[in-house]
Structure formats: structure tokens, C-alpha cells
């Protein structure tokens, strides 16, 4: 039987983390603590347990997390104005606001109200625009993950035939450009694909981001691709069929343990960067 590498998302995430204390320690040194704040819009208790795992790796890390918490009605233009005054705060230095939320809000406008700067998570047009020509200081958390596993694990891209299942403009649309722009051959596939299996078979890194639980199945995939699995779905479970999947790719990622440790990882390296940037700029200012 071929060796399947599982590709454990803790240990990169491990790895990222560890490179960051000595700068976290650096900073407070000069009187700056990184800080982080989430916005959480209502009462999913999805996303308040994400809020919460965030907040418990800032603070393990040394990084302040300020959390907001908004009601369900909260309109457009209050969570606007909470945006802004987070903007305006200089002990914040990155932002985010925890998807989805409730659909009565305009989330693309609450999302573009993020100072570039504080974008930590790349969800803004002008973040996303800067990450397509690979100049993005914060490109999206999750797609930035998928690299850092393909990297420390040194597995190849360049030259490679890149599938993409899911084209959202916080992970399908950014992964798909990452890849590109390095060096890959990249396919993006979606809800109105044809032959999505057949698409999906030619890939020699395949990327399930569709949001769908055990979508992608084990006879799609290409006998050695490499399959990461970004989704995660109620009962643990991601959107690739992980025994079937298993069974052919030469190198898989888990789930949980997979992806969501290292997106995680990623935002408070954004944010550490952010706090850097900030501390420079202000230097520069005097």
C-alpha cells in the first residue's frame, strides 16, 4: 500500500505560532500589544464558537482580542459605525467581522467599511484586488492556509493542474488566484459546472471549498492528488469524502485538525503584521 501523508494542519499552525512570539514580545517591549477585535452580529452559536477559539489563540499567543457583540437587528449602519470607530481605534489593529450575518444586513457594504489596513482577514475588494496581482500584505485567512500546508510540507505547485470546487470571494476565488500566481494551472469549478466529476478528476491538487458535506467522493479524484479540504460541516465533517478520498490521493488534509488550525494561525500572523505596520507608520510619522 502507497503512504498516504496526512497533512496535519496543528503542527504548521504550531510552527506559525512559534514564529511569532519573539516578535508579539518584541512589540510589547515597545509598548504595542497586538489586538485583534471580532465582530459577531446576532446569536449563531456557530460563529460564536468561532469567535471564541479565536479569542482563546490571541490570548494564548499574548495578542488582545476585543470582542463585539451586536444584536440580530442590528442594522447596516450601526454595524457600519461600529466598523469605524474600530478603524479610527490605534490599539486595534485588525478587524473582523465574523460570517455570516443576518441577511437583512448588507454584508458586502459592512465589509468594505474595513480600513485596508486592518483587513486581516482580505475580505474587502481593494484586499482582494491587491491579493489577484499577489501584492496583498493580508490576503483571505483560509486560502493563505492552504498555502502554508502545501509549503511546509513542501508539496509542489508550480506547473501543477490546480481544481478548485467553490468560487467564493473569500476562499474559492482568492485560493484560485494564489495558485495561479504561483505558477499553477488553475480550474475553478461551481454550482453550474458541467461534469463536475470528470473536471475534478483531472487535478493534481484538488480544493473542495463548495460547503457541502462529503461532496467531493474518492472515485473524482486522480490516483496521487493531493486533496485539501477546506469545508466544515456539522458532525466534524468536511466536504471531501475522507475515507473514499483516502483511498486515492497521495496526500490528504483532516478534519477538524486540517485547514481551520492553520486559517486560524494566519489571522494572528495578519495581525501581527498589522501591529507592525502600525508601529512603523508611526515612527515614520514623527
Known amino acids: 500500500m502507497t503512504h498516504k501523508l496526512i497533512l496535519d494542519g496543528k503542527s504548521v499552525a504550531d510552527d506559525i505560532k512559534s514564529k511569532l512570539v519573539d516578535r508579539v514580545c518584541a512589540l510589547n517591549e515597545k509598548g504595542i500589544k497586538p489586538c485583534l477585535a471580532t465582530i459577531l452580529v446576532g446569536d449563531d452559536p456557530s460563529s460564536a464558537t468561532y469567535v471564541r477559539m479565536k479569542g482563546n489563540a490571541c490570548h494564548r499567543l499574548g495578542i488582545d482580542s476585543k470582542r463585539v457583540y451586536l444584536q440580530t437587528n442590528t442594522t447596516t449602519d450601526e454595524l457600519i ?81 490546480a481544481v478548485v470546487v467553490g468560487r467564493s470571494p473569500i476562499l474559492g476565488k482568492p485560493v484560485s488566484l494564489m495558485l495561479l500566481n504561483r505558477n499553477a494551472t488553475v480550474t475553478t469549478c461551481h454550482s453550474k459546472t458541467k461534469h463536475l466529476d470528470q473536471i475534478v478528476q483531472l487535478g493534481d491538487i484538488v480544493v473542495a471549498a463548495v460547503g457541502k458535506p462529503k461532496f467531493i467522493q474518492g472515485e473524482w479524484i486522480k490516483d496521487g492528488a493531493v486533496v485539501m479540504d477546506a469545508g466544515y460541516n456539522p458532525g466534524n465533517v468536511g466536504d471531501v469524502d475522507y475515507e473514499t478520498c483516502l483511498k486515492q490521493a497521495s496526500a490528504i488534509t483532516p478534519v477538524p485538525a486540517g485547514v481551520g488550525p492553520v486559517t486560524i494561525a494566519m489571522l494572528l500572523k495578519h495581525t501581527v503584521d498589522a501591529a507592525e505596520q502600525a508601529m512603523k507608520e508611526r515612527h515614520t510619522a514623527k
Request: aromatic fraction near 8%.
Open 81 to 161: 459605525d461600529v466598523i469605524r470607530q474600530l478603524n479610527e481605534d490605534p490599539n486595534v489593529h485588525g478587524i473582523l467581522l465574523q460570517h455570516p450575518v443576518p441577511g437583512h444586513i448588507d454584508e458586502r457594504a459592512a465589509f468594505e467599511a474595513i480600513d485596508l489596513k486592518k483587513d486581516v482577514d482580505g475580505v474587502t475588494t481593494s484586499g482582494f484586488a491587491q491579493n489577484a496581482f499577489g501584492l496583498a500584505d493580508y490576503p483571505s485567512c483560509t486560502p493563505a492556509a492552504i498555502l502554508a500546508i502545501l509549503d511546509y510540507y513542501q508539496i509542489p505547485i508550480e506547473g501543477k493542474h
